[in-house]
């Protein structure tokens, strides 16, 4: 029996996908399944997204590029972080497209390039994120580069937005694709043919259609939760329709130990919660280990059959407690929601990072790789 589970739904991620393939009718669809899908499990949201209508899969890293291609996926795919060189050849067999800047990825490539065959790449381009990405001129000399070399060639440029969810004013995000145009002209005026050109993410892919191009890149919202409360003002302001987005997890586990405690008694480490009268407590086994974040400490609840247990004391490692003297019928084996709906009742997780001062990527992405992704309906 599994203590703790992650309940993934395939109809909500295929109402996602029909979703943004209708407002990027025009443009590929690039679902970003990096960090473990956004803890939504890699394996299982690839193979159902493509199913309901992505083009591209996006990942971080090769090993997650790697473990889509054991799977059987032959879509193409796009790996957007850091790759070394002594991973050419593992790129060349894995047969992916890269976002590059650094010339001797770019060497190594071409060295390890398979005759008859072609890495495509895509140019970072710095427009103000300072993360990943090159200037204008750097551009330049690394796209001639390209164009030198056999066995790799420019398929696109690509950036990220630095200030796009976090505020309703777009000033900096229209500046920043200021520079990504007057960049894509420079190429096109040195003879650089681009066929796939991407800057938009969830936000802008909402917001603005001007800024899909050929790809669009989706990663939070594909899994059913708006970029942040101030993107979805911006839709509204921008006098858009905002689409509806179904949360496609639900985190649940199982009681492991109902037990009474008399008034005046501390629970936890640190004895940050005394029981005022008489509290039926339900120990259930997950903790921070799992990705069940501390600062949920004494703030946050659990939902059992649709009704409220309140966290009583600290997140601990490995366990919880939630006070249920009001659910009289909880029993050890019974199962708790931890993040998702039960019963008509919802734990959001925009209102999990609320509770522990964070954002809503982080709630499902901290769930531990460990803990079981199972599909529904």
Wanted: hydrophobic residues 45%; aromatic residues 6%; contains cysteine.
């Amino acid at each position: 029996m599994e203590l703790t589970w992650v309940e993934v739904s395939k109809s909500a991620l295929r109402h996602n996908v029909e979703t943004f393939r209708s407002l990027a009718s025009n443009s590929l669809l690039g679902a970003v399944v990096k960090a473990n899908a956004y803890g939504h499990g890699l394996v299982p949201v690839a193979q159902t997204v493509l199913e309901a209508g992505a083009d591209w899969l996006c990942v971080n890293a090769l090993y997650e590029a790697q473990a889509l291609r054991q799977a059987s996926i032959d879509c193409p795919i796009y790996v957007l972080g850091y790759v070394s060189p002594t991973d050419a050849e593992a790129v060349v067999e894995a047969d992916l497209r890269l976002v590059v800047y650094d010339p001797s990825l770019v060497e190594a490539l071409s060295a390890a390039a398979s005759k008859g065959r072609s890495v495509p790449l895509h140019i970072k381009v710095e427009t103000g994120n300072n993360r990943q990405g090159l200037s204008l001129e750097q551009t330049l000399a690394l796209a001639r580069m390209i164009r030198t070399l056999p066995g790799v060639h420019l398929e696109g440029i690509s950036s990220h937005y630095a200030d796009i969810e976090d505020t309703t004013d777009h000033t900096f995000a229209k500046e920043q694709l200021s520079r990504y145009r007057e960049i894509d002209l420079a190429l096109a005026a040195d003879g650089h043919k681009l066929s796939v050109r991407s800057f938009s993410n969830s936000a802008a892919t909402l917001l603005w259609p001007a800024t899909h191009f050929e790809l669009v890149r989706v990663g939070v919202s594909l899994y059913g939760m708006w970029p942040s409360k101030e993107t979805l003002v911006s839709a509204l302001l921008e006098k858009r329709n905002a689409p509806k987005l179904k949360p496609a997890l639900t985190w649940k586990a199982r009681i492991a130990q109902v037990k009474t405690v008399k008034a005046g008694e501390f629970v936890g480490y640190g004895r940050s919660f005394q029981a005022t009268h008489e509290t039926r407590l339900a120990v259930i086994p997950v903790g921070y280990y799992d990705g069940y974040d501390r600062g949920l400490s004494n703030l946050a609840h659990v939902l059992i059959d649709g009704r409220i247990a309140p966290l009583r004391g600290r997140v601990c490692m490995n366990m919880v407690m939630a006070d249920v003297s009001d659910i009289p019928d909880a029993a050890p084996n019974g199962e708790v929601v931890l993040l998702g709906e039960s019963n008509g009742s919802a734990i959001s997780a925009d209102q999990m990072a609320e509770w522990a001062h964070t954002i809503n990527y982080e709630i499902p992405t901290r769930i531990n790789d460990r803990i079981p992704r199972i599909l529904v309906d």
